[in-house]
């Protein structure tokens, strides 16, 4: 097997409560953005029009809000880079798509001149459609954090194990829409699948640690629990970071050479993986410790 490190003997349960204070504070920074700005909500949740353009020749962001302002619609723009397109995105609106959609290509062929353009995507959302999609990403993300507290409790026999996992992927999913809220970075159906993934993604190093902690339980039955979990952590340390770095390393290609198709995904996942890793670390194991130190 591949060695990323040596041996390494760090006391990680000693630092608990600098890891307890650096979460509380990436998640309260995330809490005020997402109370102050709110999160940016895409088509799929709160419904409306959809219209992409590419122009033949540059043109900048400006020009082409000059132009929708000038239709009398309020509108999101997103740019796509390097392709002289953009995403016009009339949120919450309820006429037809088709209205809305002629009012924004008439008004931007009045207002840019010598420069012709072609409509390459038309999309409309419901309101009932946009609640009924709102509602059932909810309910999926809460199922499946369910589901993993059950598998855990199960598997290690022992409920305060599963709690801990969960916590810390809940720890991971919240960081990661936060800084979704700070960057002002849609949320749409794509993104709550990548909250998914990441939430996958977080147990499963996490369960690699408590099978350990497990094993090392029965070959070691008078060790200290803190030592232990020192121990364990310490033992499979490579083998973390030599995933994560793996998985990091794709999603950053993603991030920067996807296109602006993925690129919310991409960020996502990028943030939820770093959060991911430093939890697995970090969180759910001194949680662990925490519990059972104050039980006894």
């Not at 400006?62 to 009339?90: P, Y």
């Not at 589901?147 to 810390?168: E, K, L, M, Q, T």
């Not at 200290?224 to 020192?230: C, D, P, R």
């Given at each position: 097997?591949?060695i ?10 000693a630092?608990r409560h ?9 998640l309260?920074?995330?809490i005020?953005?997402v ?7 895409g088509?799929d ?5 959809l ?8 043109i900048t962001i ?11 619609i309020e509108?999101?723009?997103q740019?796509f880079?390097?392709r ?8 919450g ?5 088709n209205e ?9 062929k ?5 420069n012709?353009f072609?409509?390459?995507r ?7 459609v946009?609640?009924d999609?709102s509602?059932?990403a ?5 199922l499946?954090?369910?589901g993993?507290?059950?598998y ?8 305060v194990w599963?709690?801990a996992?969960?916590?810390a992927?809940l720890?991971?999913v ?13 949320v749409d ?9 990441i939430?996958?993604?977080?147990i499963?190093?996490t369960i ?6 497990r094993e090392?339980?029965?070959k ?6 803190g ?43 990028l943030?939820?993986?770093?959060a991911?890793?430093?939890s697995?670390?970090?969180i ?5 410790y ?7």
């Amino acid at each position: 097997m591949m060695i990323l490190i040596g041996k390494t003997n760090i006391n990680f349960i000693a630092k608990r409560h600098i890891f307890f204070a650096v979460s509380g504070l990436a998640l309260a920074v995330g809490i005020v953005s997402v109370a102050v700005k709110g999160a940016n909500l895409g088509l799929d949740f709160t419904g409306g029009t959809l219209l992409q353009v590419k122009f033949d020749k540059p043109i900048t962001i400006s020009e082409v809000r000059r132009a929708v302002k000038a239709a009398g619609i309020e509108a999101g723009i997103q740019t796509f880079i390097g392709r002289n397109a953009f995403a016009l995105k009339v949120k919450g609106r309820q006429e037809n798509v088709n209205e809305i959609a002629d009012k924004l290509l008439q008004s931007l062929k009045s207002n840019i001149q010598g420069n012709t353009f072609s409509e390459e995507r038309r999309d409309y959302v419901g309101p009932v459609v946009g609640r009924d999609l709102s509602k059932k990403a909810l309910f999926a993300i809460i199922l499946s954090l369910f589901g993993i507290i059950i598998y855990v409790a199960f598997r290690f026999s022992n409920p305060v194990w599963g709690a801990a996992g969960v916590i810390a992927l809940l720890h991971d999913v919240f960081v990661t829409f936060g800084a979704m809220s700070i960057t002002n970075r849609e949320v749409d159906l794509v993104v709550v699948a990548a909250l998914l993934t990441i939430a996958g993604y977080s147990i499963n190093d996490t369960i690699v640690i408590f099978d350990r902690m497990r094993e090392n339980i029965r070959k070691f039955p008078k060790m200290l629990l803190g030592e232990l979990i020192n121990v364990s952590v310490n033992e499979t340390l490579s083998r973390t970071l030599i995933t994560n770095m793996s998985v990091l390393g794709i999603v950053l290609i993603l991030f920067i050479f996807g296109g602006d198709v993925i690129n919310n995904f991409a960020f996502a996942m990028l943030v939820g993986s770093i959060a991911g890793t430093y939890s697995t670390i970090a969180i759910s194991t001194p949680l662990v410790y925490q519990w059972e130190r104050r039980r006894k």
